[in-house]
């Protein structure tokens, strides 16, 4: 059985700000599938780009499509320039229909990301739905690493090895994440070279509703209804099916990627999170497919844990993610 509600403990700071973010964003959910962007803003604070270091990691936007607002943030530690560090491509999450690169909790944790890995963290920011369904986010993410392995000279500083590549995401962005790596074992690149792929709770589903959606109501942050009306937003009109293979990776219509040369993937889960079974099965699928995987548990948490560094666990996963980046760089 799933755990109980009872035994997921957090800080009051936390529970607080979990309970504002989920009002609001659930009365920015309009009954007829559009979303209120206007009151979204009320706690979506956005934070601007900083040349100046702070904490050792200085920030940039560069636009890659001002036409679709496809851009992103980079995330530039403050290393001496004769060291060589990977590149993370970060998709954040938010149901493919909320929040940016530019959202607070975001730039913070990726900037925490390029302080700790170390590592340049390129911060994707891809179309939202419901005003841009499927695959929007996909070719999006795809048209990013496309734009810096071909403009790689005048981006990126000379440290930037993108010969060690790697793409992340939590929640949707762990979705996108899998989708565009599928998309990249695909395609030829100049100089980009994915390494590995990190999916932090990645936001999977299908028609099934599995037993720890089922169990676990109430818990922060992801609910059946909440994970429904974002798949309504994010599928295109007339594919309401739950086992679309953008939402069922794993399901009866995913693609084979047995094939492809798909990169180490970390998978994280957490116990108090209804995706749970989702991903545990995403886990599965992969090692099936003859894939280099590995699962990462946290029992006591829930979604989206890691963007609260008041959480013990935060910092936990962080130096886990940077322990996968260099076996898999070790590895080469």
């Known amino acids: ?67 679709r607002n496809i851009w992103f943030r980079l995330f530039a530690p403050s290393l001496p320039s004769d060291i060589l560090l990977p590149v993370v491509f970060f998709f954040h999450g938010g149901g493919f229909t909320f929040l940016s690169p530019a959202s607070q909790g975001y730039d913070a944790v990726c900037r925490r990301f390029a302080r700790k890995f170390p590592a340049f963290i390129v911060s994707v920011n891809y179309r939202l739905a419901p005003e841009h369904t499927y695959p929007s986010q996909y070719e999006d993410g795809f048209d990013v690493l496309k734009f810096l392995d071909e403009n790689r000279d005048a981006i990126l500083p000379d440290n930037a090895d993108l010969s ?13 994440a899998h989708h565009v790596a599928v998309r990249a074992c695909k395609a030829e690149f100049k100089t980009l070279k994915l390494r590995g792929l990190v999916c932090i709770q990645p936001f999977f589903g299908g028609e099934e509703r599995t037993e720890a959606e089922v169990e676990l109501v109430g818990v922060p942050l992801v609910s059946v209804p909440r994970s429904d009306f974002c798949w309504k937003a994010f599928l295109p009109k007339g594919s309401s099916n739950r086992d679309h293979p953008a939402v069922n990776v794993s399901g009866p219509n995913a693609e084979n990627i047995a094939g492809l040369d ?5 998978v994280v889960v957490a116990g108090f999170d209804p995706l749970k079974d989702w991903d545990r099965r995403y886990y599965e699928w992969l090692k099936a497919s003859g894939k280099e995987a590995t699962l990462i548990e946290y029992p006591s948490m829930m979604h989206a844990f890691y963007i609260f560094p008041e959480l013990e666990e935060s910092s936990h996963l962080i130096m886990q993610i940077k322990d996968f980046i260099t076996n898999c760089c070790s590895n080469l």
Do not use: E, W
């Open 1 to 67: 059985m799933a755990p109980q509600r009872s035994n997921l403990s957090l800080p009051l700071k936390t529970r607080i700000f979990i309970s504002v973010l989920s009002t609001v964003s659930d009365a920015a959910c309009r009954s007829d599938g559009s979303v209120n962007r206007l009151l979204l803003r009320l706690v979506d604070y956005q934070v601007a780009p900083n040349p100046k270091p702070t904490n050792s990691v200085s920030t940039s936007d560069i636009t890659v499509d001002a036409s």
């Open 164 to 176: 060690r590549c790697f793409l992340a995401g939590d929640s949707a962005g762990g979705n996108i």
């Open 262 to 266: 798909f990169p180490a993937t970390m």
